[in-house]
């Protein structure tokens, strides 16, 4: 277990994060997603904190292998699971597991609907359905809907979806939400005309809640708000990022212009002052992530040469020598949402692929304030 480089994740942050979210989506039931591992949060933790603490009762994951983690780390909750697209049931083997537990897949085409239908034990499984809006990613067509209204009538859809591509960005009249949305109508009014009865439906994720898209709908799936970083530029979600990186300072060193550092030859643009750090890309910090411009402890610096396995070097300019040493703590993001995306940014990454990337390596420590 190490001691001085870890994230720290702060529920107390999570829950506010989720009373803003609730702020922003009027009648909607907030569905969290929690899939990749709650972003890198931790699966276990973040689930057991949105269920006990926070009521809530419907929590989506990618795949039915986290569903099933879940189950068995956490028998005694009491939730309903969605798969949203690792369902696994073309294999009759594990189409028992929606049934043994509260496990609900959404079906996103025709095939997904035949092990519905055809498999007896399947029966009493809501169907949760997955329409393709112009993702064009997964979905049922407005075309199967219509090739399989009278077995959908049959049925009944508990549960119908959508997913945007486009929702981080500002809509406008004609855009691709826009038309996401108006495709989402026709496909409600093909069920409606075809007698399919639709219980509940939902299209948000966090881009679209942040602009109040879709928040009249049963339920909003927030993923990456929850979690602290914003979608929409300019910002406008102002949630707090839940986790901070934290490590300590190994080593410093005065370098003078010239100076090679490290695997390869990388020398100091100008005369410097070097911080070693004990994280390098076997923690999750990319090898891409050299030349990123970050403050640490109120001084700027820059990732400097190549990211290590186990290391990663810091530059200052000379006169932080003696105003950094050894020992000191370093946050390489904090609780300003800003910070991390500034970051990920610098790295033609996304927040969501930081965050998702950092590694078992590093030890996530829950906080509640
Ligand atoms: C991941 C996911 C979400 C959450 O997306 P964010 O952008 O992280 O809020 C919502 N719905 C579906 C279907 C998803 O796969």
Not at 212 to 241: A, C, F
Request: with cysteine.
């Amino acid at each position: 277990m190490r001691h001085s480089s870890y994230l720290e994740i702060n529920l107390n942050l999570l829950s506010e994060n989720l009373g803003k979210i609730r702020a922003l989506s009027g009648k909607a039931t907030v569905l969290p997603m929690v899939k990749a591992d709650a972003y890198g949060n931790g699966l276990i933790p973040v689930t057991q904190h949105l269920v006990k603490e926070e009521g809530i009762k419907k929590i989506g994951v990618a795949s039915l292998g986290e569903a099933l983690k879940l189950v068995k780390e956490c028998p005694s909750l009491d939730v309903e699971y969605l798969v949203f697209s690792d369902t696994e049931i073309s294999d009759p083997r594990h189409r028992s597991a929606y049934v043994d537990f509260n496990i609900t897949p959404v079906i996103h085409q025709p095939e997904d609907l035949n092990h519905m239908l055809n498999d007896e034990r399947m029966k009493d499984v809501p169907l949760v359905v997955k329409v393709n809006t112009g993702m064009n990613r997964l979905g049922f067509a407005l075309a199967e809907l219509e090739g399989n209204l009278p077995r959908l009538k049959a049925r009944g859809i508990q549960h119908l979806m959508t997913h945007f591509a486009y929702s981080y960005v500002p809509q406008k009249a004609g855009d691709k939400t826009t038309r996401q949305l108006e495709e989402f109508a026709k496909a409600r009014k093909l069920l409606a005309d075809g007698g399919v009865s639709v219980a509940e439906t939902s299209t948000a994720n966090s881009g679209a809640i942040e602009q109040k898209i879709g928040v009249d709908e049963t339920y909003v799936r927030p993923g990456l708000m929850m979690y602290g970083p914003y979608s929409v530029e300019p910002r406008v979600w102002d949630g707090h990022q839940i986790s901070k990186f934290v490590t300590k300072v190994i080593k410093t060193f005065p370098v003078k212009k010239g100076t090679p550092v490290g695997y390869g030859v990388n020398v100091a643009g100008e005369d410097g002052f070097v911080a070693v750090l004990p994280v390098g890309y076997g923690d999750g910090i990319p090898t891409f992530a050299s030349g990123v411009k970050l403050t640490v402890n109120g001084f700027p610096c820059t990732i400097f040469a190549r990211v290590h396995m186990d290391m990663t070097f810091l530059i200052f300019s000379p006169d932080v020598a003696g105003k950094m040493k050894t020992g000191d703590v370093v946050e390489i993001w904090n609780h300003d949402n800003r910070v991390i995306t500034d970051i990920a940014t610098q790295m033609k990454m996304i927040p969501y692929a930081l965050m998702c990337g950092i590694t078992g390596r590093i030890p996530r420590i829950y906080k509640i304030k």
